[in-house]
Every structure is written in C-alpha cells, then in structure tokens.
C-alpha cells in the first residue's frame, strides 16, 4: 500500500475480494487518510481485515470526517463498527453496506446510529441475525436515512414497523423476508409518505390488503411485486394493481412476474393512469390477453422495455379488433403468419419471428425498413411468448410518434416481398 503515498486527490478506494491483504496494510491507509482531503468511497467487501483494523480506520477518521461511503460486505467485522461510535464527533458517513454478513448483532446497528446521524443508505442484504428492534431503531434514530435494503433477511417480522413514526424513507427493498405481512405495508404507509420505490419480490404472505394503502398514500415511481419461484408468489390481485393505476400516475417500472391474479384490468388501468411508464414486466401472468398489449401501446408512448414472456394467451385477438389501425395492411397479410417476439430497446424495435419447428436452423435476415424507427429480424427464436405479428404491429404503430414515417417504409405488399420477409 505504499503507492498511496502522495496521491491526495484519491476519490476511491476498491480493493474488493483481495484475499492477500492483511492487517499490516491497514496503517497505510490510515496514515495518508488525513492527507486525501477528497477520499469519501472505501470498499473493502471480502477482504480479511480484522476487528482490531477497522476500529483503528474509523476511529483514525479525521474531523469533520472524510469517508462518506463504507462497503463491509462479506468481511468477519462484528466488532469493528464500534469505531463509527465516535465520543468527540460525529462521522460523515451517509452509505454503508454490509451484505452477506452472517451475524448482525443489535450492538453493531446500535453504534451505527449512534454515530452515523446522518445515514442516508444501508444495504443489509442477506446479512444474518437481523433483529426487529435493531431495524426499529435505525429507522427511529436515523431521520435522515431515504434508502434500506432489507433483501433476504428473512429474521424480521412485521414488529420492526409497529409503531414507527414519521421518517423520509424513499427506497425500501424487503424482497425475501418471508416472515413479513400485509401489516408492515399498512405501517410504512403510514408512516413513509415519501416512497418511491418499493420491492416486495418473493413474500407470500403480502396481498392486496397492505398494497393497496401504500399505492395511494405513497407517489410510487418502481414497484416490484414478483415472486422469487413459481412456488413462492405473493397473493397480489387486481385491486391492488387498479388502485396503483389511478394513484400513481409517475410510475415508470412495473415488475410483476410470475403474478397469476393478475388480469387484464389490471394492466389496463396502469396503461391508463401510468403514461410515463418506461419499463414493465409482466412474465409468466397466465391470465394477460392482447387487450393488455393494446391497452399499453395506447398509453405508454414512453415505454423503453416490456416482457411478456410465456403469456399464454396473448393470441386471442383477430385482426378485425384494429379497424383504423394507420399500418400497411400488405405487413399484416405478410408476417401476420408467424408468431413473433418483441423486445424493446431505447430507439430501436426488434422483432424475432419464432419458427414452429426448433431444429430448423434457418440463416437470419435483416431487413431494415427505417434506420431508427423498425427492425424485422427473420431468425430462430425458442423464446414462449408467441404473440400474432398484427398484434405487435398495432402495438408498434401506437408507440411511434409519426405514423407517416412507418407508412413511407413499409410500402406496398410487393416491396416487403423484395426484402426477403
């Protein structure tokens, strides 16, 4: 660690995953830390310091304090926060994560509070032993805090919210804490105002009962209520989705895989309420129809990605359903044969035709009817979502801003023939 010496204008410090480092280079650090005035990012995940050498860091952090953001994860720190407990001043610090840490005792939370007013992140993902009341605490003494990422802590229950008061909470991951209820939801409701992203992948026990209070108090910008397996599915319905629909019309990422109670209503009024939506996610919802899509195509003039994959029955609609649909009718008499895949990509359309038989290796073709506006990929594509073509071209021609330009370059039946489509 000696070519730290004289770099004071070091910003960062990463040295994730550097097994060979011991103690014996942690007084280095400490020594330049005084002297790199703008150091505020250390990461040391999976690194081997011990106890001992995070307590001389923290505590060798000069006043008012230089490190902003501490990464700890996958490190045998348990001790070793009690350096942030600072008797003459408080530390700087406003991001600390400790991922995958298998034992986060109260005492370790209890110093981060203490001396860490001003936290606005933490990141406790998969870490182990996290108790109720060490989360009620950080959530009571930390007023500052916007983001916590509780992913995977599976200790919690619904107590670590009972009783909270008001908090500036934006950004709350509980994905996997299976123990947790629709009550936590009722409580952040409550209490968070201010959320505007929320991720509740994976928990079984949540329904509509909790959602719903937090989709109307809260202006909510990114949900994600999907299941971890199709064995793990959180019990979410259409009231809930309606509700988030005429209530949070910022929304702009939906994430609602593997939601079997989800209809097309549902999407419909999201579509509706929700026209700065840019992202949606909707794999494996069994009971989606093309009205779903229409419904999107109509509204979400802003969407950047969508998939519906394995939407069984998104096949349903004929092409009577698109009376006044600008299209050239010869592109739906030509491809409207072939199922195809539609991914969204920011300023590009691609569409992948998908062939019946899998072993037909058939060469692809490009054809390029607009530079920036369509391309038709001719190719093999084993993915379930089989969607008709005249559904997506109605979808696509909706999302375009200028029908003129998709009814220049697409011409005549004769002139898509002669591109080889």
Not at 91 to 114: G, Y
Request: with cysteine; glycine share 6%.
């Amino acid at each position: 660690m000696d070519i730290m010496n004289g770099l004071k204008y070091l910003e960062e410090i990463h040295i994730s995953n550097l097994n060979r480092l011991h103690d014996e280079s942690m007084p280095f650090i400490i020594r330049n830390l005084v002297l790199m005035k703008r150091l505020h990012v250390m990461d040391f995940s999976g690194t081997r310091y011990s106890n001992e050498s995070f307590i001389s860091l923290f505590e060798s952090d000069p006043a008012p304090g230089i490190l902003r953001n501490i990464n700890v994860s996958r490190t045998k720190i348990e001790l070793g926060m009690i350096g942030l407990k600072r008797s003459h001043a408080e530390t700087k610090v406003k991001v600390i994560t400790m991922q995958q840490l298998p034992n986060v005792l109260d005492s370790m939370l209890e110093w981060i509070t203490s001396g860490c007013r001003g936290l606005q992140s933490i990141d406790l993902t998969d870490a182990g032993c996290v108790s109720d009341y060490a989360i009620g605490s950080l959530l009571e003494c930390c007023q500052s805090l916007k983001k916590l990422n509780l992913r995977g802590c599976n200790t919690i229950s619904d107590e670590a919210f009972k009783g909270l008061g008001e908090c500036n909470l934006r950004d709350i991951n509980v994905s996997r804490c299976s123990r947790l209820t629709s009550v936590s939801l009722i409580a952040l409701a409550s209490s968070c105002k201010n959320i505007n992203r929320v991720s509740l992948q994976g928990i079984p026990k949540l329904c509509d009962l909790g959602f719903v209070p937090l989709a109307r108090k809260c202006p909510l910008q990114e949900v994600d209520i999907s299941a971890a397996s199709l064995g793990n599915v959180p019990r979410f319905g259409s009231r809930g989705l309606i509700t988030l629909g005429q209530n949070c019309s910022g929304l702009r990422i939906l994430r609602a895989n593997y939601c079997s109670k989800i209809d097309d209503a549902c999407i419909i009024a999201v579509a509706k309420g929700c026209p700065r939506l840019e992202r949606i996610y909707v794999k494996r919802c069994y009971k989606l129809s093309d009205k779903s899509l229409v419904a999107i195509g109509n509204n979400c003039h802003s969407l950047q990605r969508i998939d519906v994959s394995s939407c069984r029955e998104m096949c349903s609609l004929r092409s009577g359903t698109f009376v006044g649909c600008s299209a050239s009718e010869s592109v739906f008499q030509t491809m409207s044969t072939k199922p195809i895949f539609c991914e969204l990509v920011p300023g590009a359309f691609v569409f992948h035709p998908i062939y019946s038989d899998p072993s037909a290796h058939k060469a692809h073709k490009l054809v390029s009817l607009h530079a920036h506006t369509m391309q038709i990929f001719a190719g093999i594509n084993l993915t379930f979502c089989l969607i008709p073509a005249y559904s997506i071209f109605y979808f696509f021609n909706n999302m375009c801003k200028s029908s003129r330009v998709l009814s220049e370059h697409t011409g005549s039946r004769s002139d898509v023939e002669n591109h080889g489509v």
